[in-house]
Structures are given as structure tokens and as C-alpha cells.
């Protein structure tokens, strides 16, 4: 029997004394973390001891790409990043897109695993069997697209896909990115800081090995249903045509796009920062990761003006959100040109927008001073202030220096009332969805294991609000028809329970959830068929109850993950203006997170954990996370039966 | 009726690499795409351009051992694995750089059009290959050029935005 879909081999590189080892992929463990970036949870839980320093050389980065990534399936231009988090100390995967996951398997390898710090700046070259530590030389502290081109031309290879860290990585900006294919970022919890404080600048893949397929003509016919199914998904238009930037004006019509420091949800030149304001001025082609029908990708350009920018992907929703309205920015030219900053210098552009808008704030409390912006007066609705500080924090000049630090830490620094200004969970901050339009994003914002996130594992704002169930229904989802987005009830805890389980699923996989998304169940990339492709290029029988489970228990470790760092309850409790503060206006006016404790609690006893949000030992058990468990109360953790 | 051919709309390609992965399945049944038949170049700021055979023949002189045929029904010039040596005169030949050697077997590969049905068409989701008859792609090509964006059997617009 051949085990396809897998490369097959897992490399380890340590920086420190160049030691690189291949080691096989054992089968047993892939199917019970289904792969890539499961695996790499449990290889983050078993080797990196509680409590190291994210940005030291104990800490391991872990570039990863999930079975279906290389092959046909939708989406499955998708990899990731594991490590332990830099913003939040907790466990953290950032996902992107693009070719540099499948180059990186048919190199043959399911994983890279960077250990130790190299001592001089340097770069991976990975080329089939041959693994190479190179000096970075003049590709150390260039932008992306500049430090991507002098790689290339060093190794004389221009076919090679780079992972790469910007400026903001090499100089430890906490939610700095790794970016590749130029504008594709695994963008969120500071991996790039990670890569940077490693002293490498990139990973350059090339491959020609291939990927098998254990049974080829079931394959193929599953493969030609996906692809029917997906291109018969009515958001096949949306993301085909508009991309994501087609969500502002819907989260804004519905009172949930996060608005003036998430006040309101409701911004009212939203007009200015629509779809059709970007595609008809700055658009210039959408472009598609590995194996998508979709092509959501927005390259944008600014011909002229103060904000002139190259063509380059982006804006996308979340960028437009928090760096347009969430600032009260209606200049889609200053967005564009902060969006095409962040992709050269490699930074999270949620993060960033997020750590502007903080900083407007506290400057009008009082809590920052001219001092400290060295004159420069911040005010909402300024785009000036936007470009600039954006350049400052990548390159940590001024009060950049400050605001590279993520928002937990500025708060603690400037004292006084600014934590109770902070909108973050666990340290990351809030991205575009306003947790109290939809309640479940509260939840989801609250329990999720890396922090305040809209996107792992499903698309939890889609449920009550778009009435969309993507076929989860069999696995528990309840029926959203009669379900208001700010219920908060018991429904809902559900929702969130069975989103996360499920949407572990295609990202430990390793593909895009944009095609996992579908109002109904009949369209998109389901769990079924997922389970029908898996079987069919790994030669596994496996159905889609065993994928759900095998999701849950991905989940479970990497609640055990942060556990052992010391996450509890008061940990999953969201920012203090979602609970007390009412939206200010537009459709959901009024609209606060009343009984958030309660919808915690309600969560808890469906995920099996107690009242502190310790995984009970009876639910470890029944995951088969023996071995976890047993780990968890040698290391003075009690477990409730 | 004129023998079909297959040509390209590259304004419309986002580089998706959707064909490359088919043809290297179909051919080889496995995902690679140094084996495919049908390749993309991604270049920067935004260029996406599926690399097509057009069945040309050049290939064909070059061959030593005349292991290259024409095959009467779909005009495409079929390889003859058995016989080649893997000598790479054709790929010295090919201006177009889509004939390659196997990176496993080491033989040369080159589209063959799927014996008058290409995989690479029928899952191209923007529609930029297609495989008609030159002259049915001639107008395709003026309306390409005229007016932008057109679609083919679809009623809604493909592709690009309305912009290009």
C-alpha cells in the first residue's frame, strides 16, 4: 500500500550546531493528528518545556503544511506556522497561502522544525535532499520583495518558493509575519518574530519529488465533485469576483464591522472603503493560491498621490476593517499604502491597525503624550497618522519602538486605566468582527487557543448570521434559522463547540476555510468529502465522525498546550468594554456582551472541562490523549475525573 | 471541420496551477508538477501565463531515433516512451520550453492533448484554456482584445474585472 498525500519526511534543522536530521513520518501518529500542523502540536507539546522565553533559542518554529496541501483539493495551497507565541506566550499557528507549502512537499518534507539560534544571520536552502545553511548576507534587514529577489539570484534558482521575514521580524516587532510569495503572510501571533529572532531570514523551497496517491481513480472522482461543489457554492461569486473586501459594506449593513476603536459597528462613509470604490480605482488582477477555483486575492495598485503604492495583494477585509474604520480612515488610498507597507516590511495587518487605533485612544485619554510621539498629534480619521506610524513600528523608530510590543504590554508599560482600553484575548488583538453584534464571536474570541481570533477554526460569524450551517449539522450544529446573533444562550456555547471542532479539521488538513464556508450543506468542501478524498490518497478507511473527533482532539492539546502555561478561566474572559460598554450606533445600537460568564460556563461542560477550563480526565481519556493527560499531572496539574 | 486547437486567454489566469496538477495526475498519477505537460509562469508584479505546446513539431525534426509521431486524429506529436533515450535534443529544440524531461523516469514528456480531450481545459476555473477550432479562437481572440472580459458558456463575467 503506498500512504500518499504525505511527503513522508519530517526535517529538523538546529541552527546552532547545523546538525539536520530527516526523520520518517510515522503513520500512526499523522492519522491520529491528521497530519502537518497537528502533528506539529504534538511535537511542540512533547519537546518544548513550559515556560521558555518564545523569542530565546529553546523556542521551536515549525513550518508546516497539511496532507492536502500539493494535491487538487481546494485550497490546498495552505501551510502554517507552529510555535509558541511571542504576543500571547501560548501556543499559536498562523495559516497562509500561496505555493510555498506544496513546493515544500514535493521537496519531500511534511515539516521543517527550526531548533536553536544560528549565530549569524543566514537563510535555508531546501532542494529536494539537499538541505543548506546559507549567509543571509545582503538579504539581512532588506524589505521582502528586495531580500527575495537577492536570494534568489545568490542560489541562481528563480523557481524556489521563500518563506521570508521582513524588517519587522528581524527586529522582533511581536506580531511580525512570515511572509511568501511576496504578499501571502501567516500573519497573526507573531511567528515572523519568531524566524527573526532565530537569525533566519528565509526558508527557499524547491521540489520535484512527487506526492502519491494511493488509489487514483477514487481520487479523481472525488477531486471533480469538490470542484463541482465548489464552484456551485453561491460564494463562489463573491470571493471569485470581490474577494474579501465585499465584507465590509455586508458586516457594516448587519452592524458588525468594528468601528472608531470597536465603539460602534456601524461606519457611515463605509461607502468610501467599499468593494466597488477598490475594484473600480485600484484593481488591477485577482490572483489564485495552489489548487483554488476562487482567486480571491486582490492585487491593488496606486498610480499616483502622497499614498503612490506598487501592485501588490491586498487590501484584504480584515486590513480594510482595522486599518480603515476601526481608525475612522475612509482614505482607501492611505489603507492601501499602509496594506502594501506592512506586505514589505512583513508585519500582521490586523495587529498593526489594531496597535494604531490603541494608541489614538490613549492619546486622547492623556495616556501617551506629544513627548513620547515626538509632536506628532494622533487623532482618529487621520491617514497620515496611519502610514506613518506604520512605518514606525516596522522599523521600531519612536514610539514605534513602543507599539511593536503588542497591546498587552504597552498597557502594562503606560499603567493607569489603559488596560481596561486594551480589546485583546490571551494578548492577541481584536481582528474585524465585533464580538457584540455576533455573541458567538465573543465565545469564539474567548476560547480560542490563540488568542482573540475570527478564523481558527471555523468561520464562527457565519452561523446566526448568515444563517449558514457549511454542513456541520451532523456533527451537532444546531439549526440557525431561529438563532439571533446577539442571543446569548445555550445554542451557542453549541455553535462555537462544533465550529471549532470541525474547522480543526481542514486546518490541520491543510487547506483554505473560504471553501469550507457554504449556506448550505450540499455545496463547498464538506467534512464527508474531505473524508472520502483522505481515504482516497492515503489508502486509510476513514469517515468524517472520525475526522470531527480527531478535530476535538486537536483542540484538546492545544488547550493542554496553554494549560501547562497556566491559562485558566480568567484567562478566556473577554476585554472589558465588550461586557460593559453598548455599541454606539447603527443597526446593533446598544448591543454588549451581557452574560458572557455564563455562556463560559455553558461552554465548558460541553467541552468536558471543569469549571476553570481544565480538560477533565475522562475527556482527555476519551480522546486517547492518554499520554497528555498523564503528562498534565506529573507537571502538578490536577485533573477532575 | 478544422482540426481543434488549444490556445490560451492569459489576461484571465489568476495562476491558480490547477492545470499543471491535472495534467501531472492524469499523466502520471501522482501531484508533481516537474511532470506535467502544461506549465505557469508566476512572475512579478502581477504576470500569471499557462505555457502551452503548440503542437509545432520542431520537436519532431530534432528527435534522432524518430521516436515522435504525429497522430492523424488530434494533430498532436506523440512521444514514443519505448523508444526515447532520454538524449534531451528536444528539449534543446522546443522554443517554448514545455518539453521537459521526467524528473523520475527521465524520458521526454510533452502534451499530447489527452488524445483530443485535454484535462487542463475542462478544469481551468476562469476559463483560459480552450480548446476550439482556430477559427472559433481567432474570434474569441478579437473579443478578447475588444471587450475584456467575455465569458464562454457562462452568463456571468470570468476572470479579470471590468477594469482590463
Given at each position: 500500500m503506498v500512504l500518499g498525500g504525505f511527503a513522508g519526511t519530517i526535517l529538523r534543522i538546529n541552527l546552532k550546531n547545523k546538525k539536520i536530521i530527516k526523520e520518517p513520518l510515522k503513520e500512526d501518529q499523522a492519522r491520529k493528528y491528521l497530519g502537518g500542523p497537528g502533528l506539529a502540536t504534538k511535537i511542540l507539546f512533547d519537546e518544548l518545556k513550559p515556560g521558555v522565553d518564545p523569542l530565546g533559542p529553546e523556542n521551536k518554529l515549525i513550518l508546516t503544511a497539511g496532507v492536502m496541501a500539493g494535491t487538487l483539493c481546494e485550497g490546498g495551497g495552505s501551510w502554517q506556522a507552529v510555535t509558541k507565541s511571542p504576543l500571547t506566550g501560548l501556543w499559536a499557528a498562523a495559516r497562509s497561502g500561496g505555493f510555498f507549502g506544496p513546493e515544500m512537499k514535493y521537496a519531500g518534507y511534511d515539516m521543517i522544525i527550526l531548533e536553536g539560534r544560528a549565530e549569524k544571520p543566514c537563510y535555508l536552502w531546501v532542494c529536494n535532499d539537499l538541505v543548506e545553511i546559507r549567509d543571509a548576507g545582503d538579504a539581512w534587514g532588506k524589505p521582502v520583495p528586495e531580500a527575495e529577489a537577492i536570494i534568489k539570484e545568490d542560489l541562481g534558482e528563480y523557481q524556489a518558493r521563500l518563506a521570508i521575514v521582513g524588517p519587522a521580524g528581524e527586529k522582533l516587532v511581536r506580531f511580525a509575519a512570515i511572509m511568501n510569495d511576496l504578499c501571502r503572510a501567516a500573519g497573526r501571533c507573531g511567528v515572523g518574530a519568531v524566524m527573526g529572532s532565530k537569525n533566519v531570514k528565509a526558508v527557499a523551497v524547491r521540489g520535484t519529488k512527487d506526492i502519491k496517491v494511493n488509489d487514483p481513480e477514487t481520487c479523481r472522482k472525488a477531486l471533480i465533485e469538490i470542484e463541482k461543489a465548489v464552484r456551485n457554492n453561491p460564494l463562489y461569486a463573491l470571493y471569485a469576483y470581490e474577494g474579501t473586501p465585499a465584507y465590509t459594506g455586508s458586516l457594516n449593513a448587519f452592524g458588525a464591522l468594528p468601528t472608531w476603536h470597536d465603539r460602534s459597528g456601524y461606519f457611515d462613509r463605509w461607502e468610501n472603503v467599499s468593494v466597488e470604490k477598490l475594484r473600480r480605482n485600484y484593481l488591477v488582477k485577482a490572483r489564485a493560491c495552489?489548487?483554488?477555483?476562487?482567486?480571491c486575492e486582490r492585487y491593488s495598485e496606486i498610480k499616483s498621490g502622497p499614498y503612490r503604492s506598487p501592485p501588490m495583494g491586498g487590501p484584504e477585509y480584515e486590513t480594510i476593517d482595522l486599518m480603515g474604520p476601526y481608525l475612522r480612515i475612509d482614505n482607501l488610498e492611505a489603507i492601501t499604502r499602509a496594506s502594501y507597507l506592512c506586505n514589505i516590511y512583513g508585519m500582521d495587518t490586523i495587529s498593526t491597525g489594531y496597535m494604531i487605533a490603541f494608541a489614538v485612544e490613549c492619546f486622547e485619554k492623556g495616556l501617551i503624550t506629544l513627548k513620547e510621539t515626538e509632536g506628532m498629534r494622533l487623532s482618529w480619521g487621520d491617514p497620515e497618522v496611519l502610514v506613518d506610524l506604520t512605518e514606525k513600528i516596522a522599523t521600531r523608530q519612536g514610539i514605534g519602538d513602543l507599539l511593536a510590543e503588542g497591546v498587552v504590554r504597552v498597557a502594562e508599560k503606560l499603567g493607569k486605566n489603559a488596560m481596561d482600553l486594551a480589546l485583546h484575548v490571551k494578548g492577541l488583538e481584536q481582528p474585524g468582527h465585533s464580538p457584540r453584534a455576533i455573541k458567538e464571536m465573543a465565545l469564539q474570541y474567548g476560547t480560542c487557543n490563540r488568542g482573540a481570533c475570527h478564523i481558527r477554526y471555523h468561520w464562527v460569524g457565519n452561523p446566526s448570521m448568515f444563517k449558514a450551517t457549511s454542513g456541520m449539522e451532523a456533527y451537532g450544529l444546531p439549526d440557525p434559522s431561529n438563532i439571533s446573533p446577539l442571543d446569548e444562550s445555550k445554542e451557542k456555547a453549541k455553535i462555537v463547540v462544533v465550529c471549532q471542532n470541525c474547522g480543526n479539521v481542514h486546518e490541520a488538513l491543510g487547506t483554505c476555510l473560504f471553501h469550507t464556508s457554504?449556506?448550505?450543506?450540499?455545496?463547498?468542501?464538506t467534512i464527508k468529502r474531505f473524508a472520502i478524498l483522505l481515504s482516497a490518497l492515503t489508502g486509510w478507511e476513514i469517515n468524517d465522525q472520525e475526522l470531527v473527533k480527531a478535530g476535538e482532539r486537536l483542540f484538546n492539546l492545544e488547550r493542554a498546550f496553554n494549560i501547562r502555561e497556566g491559562v485558566r478561566r480568567k484567562d478566556d474572559i473577554i476585554a472589558k468594554r465588550w461586557r460593559t460598554e453598548k455599541l454606539l450606533n447603527g443597526p446593533t445600537e446598544g448591543a454588549v456582551v451581557e452574560n458572557y460568564e455564563r455562556m463560559l460556563d455553558w461552554y465548558y461542560e460541553l467541552r468536558g472541562w471543569d469549571s476553570e477550563g481544565v480538560p477533565r480526565k475522562s475527556k482527555l481519556l476519551e480522546l486517547e490523549l492518554d499520554e497528555v493527560a498523564t503528562h498534565l499531572e506529573n507537571s502538578g496539574i490536577s485533573l477532575k475525573e | 471541420m478544422a482540426q481543434k486547437i488549444l490556445a490560451v486567454h492569459p489576461e484571465r489566469c489568476t495562476g491558480c496551477e490547477k492545470c499543471v496538477l491535472w495534467c501531472s495526475f492524469i499523466k502520471s498519477k501522482v501531484f508533481n508538477p516537474a511532470r506535467s505537460r502544461i506549465h505557469v509562469i508566476r512572475s512579478e508584479p502581477y504576470v500569471d501565463i499557462p505555457m502551452i505546446c503548440i503542437q509545432c513539431g520542431l520537436c519532431m525534426d530534432a528527435c534522432p531515433i524518430k521516436a515522435m509521431n504525429r497522430n492523424p486524429k488530434t494533430n498532436a506529436v506523440v512521444i514514443d516512451e519505448e523508444k526515447c533515450t532520454s538524449c534531451g535534443r528536444c528539449v534543446t529544440a522546443c522554443p517554448y520550453g514545455v518539453l521537459t524531461l521526467d524528473p523520475v523516469t527521465g524520458k521526454a514528456i510533452k502534451c499530447d492533448l489527452c488524445g483530443g480531450d485535454p484535462e487542463c481545459v475542462k478544469h481551468c476555473p476562469k476559463k483560459v484554456l480552450y480548446y476550439v477550432e482556430p477559427n472559433k479562437a481567432a474570434y474569441l481572440r478579437r473579443l478578447m482584445e475588444y471587450g475584456g472580459a467575455i465569458s464562454i458558456g457562462r452568463k456571468e463575467p470570468i476572470g479579470p474585472p471590468e477594469r482590463l
Open positions: 495552489q489548487a483554488c477555483s476562487y482567486g457554504s449556506p448550505n450543506g450540499e455545496t463547498g468542501l | -
